[in-house]
């Protein structure tokens, strides 16, 4: 089965579990830490849910790097994978992951295993997270917050981002998070 078979089925149980959501957003592709991680789908709403394919076609190479960077900003993060990475994708990926299986039913169609359940976060990366947003977020958020000088609106984002980081808590500052990314109406995809 191919990535993007595996990908629209995810999407459509997803779909199908926040139906009747409207503050429930999916996206494929969201890019994490400036870049260095992208993970396949994502769920926003009350969460940010991260989720990562691995096909039969696929490596599990990069895997540790992509754990690291997915278990900086998720609250909760599953790994979807073809029964042939089942176990070393259990040795790779942290105990709070879930892990579904993706098997081919007899109509062609994916479904999925539950093998276990995700689980919250343990600890979070603020600086990583607060790169989720976009430089005029940031400076948005700051203004309403606190009184920016405009030498300080001019700031470069890696500023903004400490400056954002120093003046809101982790709870808060994933609230934040969470609303701008559902705000956006510029998405590559939605």
């Given at each position: 089965m191919k990535d993007r078979q595996i990908r629209d089925g995810l999407r459509a149980q997803l779909a199908s579990a926040h139906a009747g959501d409207p503050d429930t957003l999916i996206l494929d592709e969201l890019g994490i830490a400036t870049g260095r991680g992208r993970a396949d789908v994502v769920v926003i709403n009350g969460r940010l849910d991260g989720y990562e394919i691995k096909s039969e076609r696929d490596s599990v190479r990069r895997l540790?790097?992509?754990?690291?960077?997915?278990?900086r900003v998720f609250d909760r993060a599953t790994i979807v994978v073809a029964p042939s990475h089942l176990r070393s994708v259990r040795r790779i990926?942290?105990?709070?992951?879930?892990?579904?299986?993706?098997?081919?039913?007899?109509?062609?169609?994916?479904?999925?295993?539950?093998?276990r359940s995700a689980k919250a976060n343990p600890r979070y990366d603020r600086f990583v997270l607060a790169q989720m947003l976009w430089r005029d977020e940031v400076?948005?958020?700051?203004?309403?917050?606190?009184k920016l000088e405009p030498r300080e609106r001019r700031l470069p984002r890696r500023d903004l981002w400490r400056l954002l980081v120093g003046a809101v808590s982790l709870r808060e500052l994933r609230r934040l998070v969470r609303q701008q990314l559902r705000a956006r109406t510029r998405w590559r995809s939605v």
């Open positions: 540790r790097g992509q754990a690291r960077i997915y278990s990926v942290p105990s709070w992951w879930g892990i579904e299986v993706v098997r081919v039913n007899l109509l062609n169609q994916p479904e999925f295993e539950p093998v400076v948005a958020i700051l203004e309403n917050r606190m």
